[in-house]
């Protein structure tokens, strides 16, 4: 079994793994962490709960060797949630204590922030607006960044940050003796993450883990009507024991679904981007702890948030695009473990369900709506009319577990 101290890491950061209780690499981590620390740009591209937080992060400690009080900003991590961003602080800080970060982002004040930029941070972790924004006031300084990672890219530019994110890349040195080590993760690769790649990343080394083998997900539809989708709902949560996931499409929608389950028994907390920081963080920390059974969540609670243990994820309202229905079931069957996802059809949602087929979602299976509230039981049925063979009812190809391999991008013609 490789361990750590195969792949390069020092005594020192191996020290504090094992305090963590971080002892054997996971597949992406074993082949992240020599590429990076040869100083290679790389791009990551693996599942939800795969490990590339600690993939990225361990070279960069590795790399900046403790504390440097020298007022500049040597690594510079960009996540497109508050959420996300906090997460890899947290981790970052199990791995290294000695190094100084400060994490910028927007839904709470300068103050706090603006302090620990004074502080001669290492690291600066933080979202694209508010990154900016401290950037055009002169308090954070990027031009001497040495690494830099653009973490779940995927989610940053489908999201509208692509010019944030051009503009934060230009602030930090490009070519020359001072370039900068760039990493992009993602879970997915659509085309405008390899357009970032192809115009910001030198000759990276691509690593992905892909699935295979046993399934650990379970994954149906469930035809519902408009009007008892709540009780549906209800039920279906009472049926199922453990933590629940409910993704809603709009904040308000979230807002008003967490206030119907919670009225109807269910000890429910919502996260949407119209809450406050502290009130994200409380919902979060209820649903860790267990005081809460149920987070109704927007996709602000796809992807980044690591939160173990989730039974059930419920896709209340449809997502955007099938790489949102990607994320969002991928909080769910982690690591190995089982787990459930139940997506609600209703009549009205059948010609977005066949956009979403065509677009590449999964070939997902109906199941007895009536037969699972009563005993538990996933039965599949054949699909009504609005869903026929073709307009996205059929066997779903299903696999977990991973795999790994790596393609070394070809050098462009102009730098051979």
């Known amino acids: 079994m490789t361990s750590f101290a195969d792949l390069g890491v020092r005594p020192r950061t191996l020290q504090a793994l094992e305090r963590a209780s971080i002892t054997a690499p996971l597949p992406i981590q074993e082949e992240a962490i020599p590429v990076l620390l040869s100083g290679r740009d790389a791009v990551a591209e693996a599942p939800t709960g795969s490990g590339k937080t600690l993939a990225f992060l361990i070279p960069m400690v590795e790399r900046l060797a403790g504390h440097r009080q020298d007022g500049f900003a040597r690594a510079l991590i960009v996540a497109p949630s508050r959420e996300l ?5 947290t981790v970052l800080r199990t791995v290294d204590r000695g190094l100084r970060i400060a994490m910028i982002y927007g839904g709470v004040g300068y103050g706090g922030q603006l302090s620990a930029l004074r502080s001669h941070p290492d690291v ?3 979202c694209p607006g508010r990154i900016l924004d ?31 994110v051009e503009r934060i890349i230009a602030l930090t ?7 900068r080590q760039t990493v ?4 997915t690769m659509p085309s405008w993450v390899q357009r970032m790649v192809d115009r910001h990343l030198v000759e990276p080394e691509v690593i992905r883990v892909v699935t295979q083998g046993e399934p650990t997900l379970e994954h149906a ?28 499409r709009t904040k308000h929608g979230a807002k008003g679904l967490a206030r119907d389950l919670t009225a109807r028994g269910h000890r429910s907390v919502e996260l949407q981007g119209n809450l406050s920081q502290s009130a994200r963080d409380r919902a979060v920390a209820a649903f860790r702890s267990g005081h809460a059974d149920v987070l109704v969540a927007t996709n602000v609670a796809a992807r980044g948030l690591d939160i173990t243990g989730v039974a059930v994820v419920v896709n209340y309202e449809l997502p955007e695009t099938p790489q949102w229905l990607t994320h ?17 059809l209703t009549r009205e949602d059948a010609e977005k369900w066949r956009k979403l087929r065509r677009l590449g979602a999964p ?51 102009s730098v051979r």
Do not use: C
Request: proline share 7%; glycine share 12%; no cysteine.
């Open 221 to 248: 539809i469930l035809h519902v009507e408009r009007a008892t989708k709540v009780d549906t709902l209800s039920r279906l949560l009472r049926r199922h024991q453990g933590s629940a996931l409910v993704f809603h």
């Open 363 to 413: 070939d997902l299976r109906g199941a007895d709506t009536d037969h699972l509230l009563s005993t538990g039981d996933i039965r599949f049925i054949a699909a009504p009319p609005m869903l026929a063979p073709g307009n996205g009812s059929g066997p779903r190809p299903r696999g977990a577990g991973t795999n790994t391999f790596r393609r070394r991008r070809p050098r462009p013609a």
């Open 85 to 89: 961003a906090n997460q890899i602080g």
């Open 184 to 187: 992009l993760t993602s879970a």
């Open 328 to 344: 969002r079931v991928g909080r769910t069957a982690r690591n190995g473990a089982a787990g459930r996802a139940f997506t609600f």
């Open 173 to 179: 040195p490009g070519a020359g003796p001072q370039r």
């Open 134 to 164: 401290l950037a055009s006031q002169g308090k954070v300084n990027l031009s001497r960044i040495e690494y830099l990672v653009l973490d779940e890219a995927d989610e940053m530019l489908d999201q509208g940050f692509a010019p944030d």
């Open 124 to 126: 600066v972790i933080g």
